[in-house]
């Protein structure tokens, strides 16, 4: 098991950028108090029309800069014209393995329905940390690597983030692979009550879910690890 070193990460969500205006971002966000590390993503499956899809309750992007934070974990001078949601780190450790670079991301962001409930947000990230990941860490999925739980600065929705970091470039596939690898390990996918308690918690609003892969960083091919904790 690794583990993640920032204290917070800032998403930075774009609408589809050229290398150019990629440039001058990331060297506007590079600027930023505490921010150690940049990384940029393209979102693979852009308005993606499953039932994640019709859940969905922010606006959709194509681009994703990965701001790492260490220190109090808030950037309070973002530049104007980016929509930007910063999470802390969540106080319990990382899930899974990463021997390689992170290639592939499946980021996902969920809340409480009543977002003034403590008793469901704390159910709802209980069952994640102690049901939902050890189902896909326990289920070995090919190109799976490590999640780590993140929890939002504000009281706002998107409450956490779960950020799932793959090896694979392809990380829509590695997605796809969830469900059946998941189903297979619990006897039965949906009406199985193994299976559904995983799936899904009753207290979940599903904010967003997709997949990204890199723009910037590490050859795929690259044998050695990232430095430990660091996206960038």
């Not at 994703?64 to 260490?70: G, K």
């Not at 021997?99 to 003034?116: F, H, Q």
């Not at 009406?191 to 308690?197: K, L, W, Y």
Request: hydrophobic share 40%.
């Amino acid at each position: 098991m690794e583990d993640r070193l920032n204290s917070a990460l800032a998403l930075v969500l774009f609408d589809k950028l050229g290398d150019a205006e990629r440039s001058e971002w990331n060297a506007q966000l590079s600027g930023l108090p505490d921010v150690f590390g940049i990384s940029w993503w393209r979102n693979v499956c852009p308005n993606r029309t499953d039932w994640l899809g019709e859940l969905r309750r922010i606006d959709e992007f194509e681009t994703l800069a990965i701001c790492e934070i260490d220190g109090e974990g808030v950037v309070t001078d973002m530049p104007d014209g980016v929509r930007t949601i910063t999470f802390r780190r969540f106080p319990r450790p990382s899930q899974g393995a990463l021997r390689l670079p992170t290639m592939g991301l499946s980021l996902v962001l969920v809340s409480p329905k009543d977002l003034n409930d403590d008793a469901a947000s704390q159910s709802l990230r209980d069952w994640g940390d102690f049901v939902h990941f050890p189902g896909i860490v326990d289920a070995n999925i090919p190109g799976y690597g490590l999640v780590t739980p993140y929890q939002n600065v504000t009281r706002d929705a998107p409450r956490f983030l779960h950020l799932y970091e793959f090896p694979d470039p392809d990380a829509e596939a590695v997605f796809q692979r969830t469900r059946p690898s998941v189903a297979q390990r619990f006897g039965g996918g949906p009406g199985n009550p193994g299976f559904d308690h995983w799936e899904l918690h009753p207290e979940i609003a599903i904010d967003y879910v997709n997949s990204f892969t890199r723009l910037d960083g590490p050859s795929p091919d690259a044998v050695a690890p990232v430095v430990a904790g660091s996206l960038a």
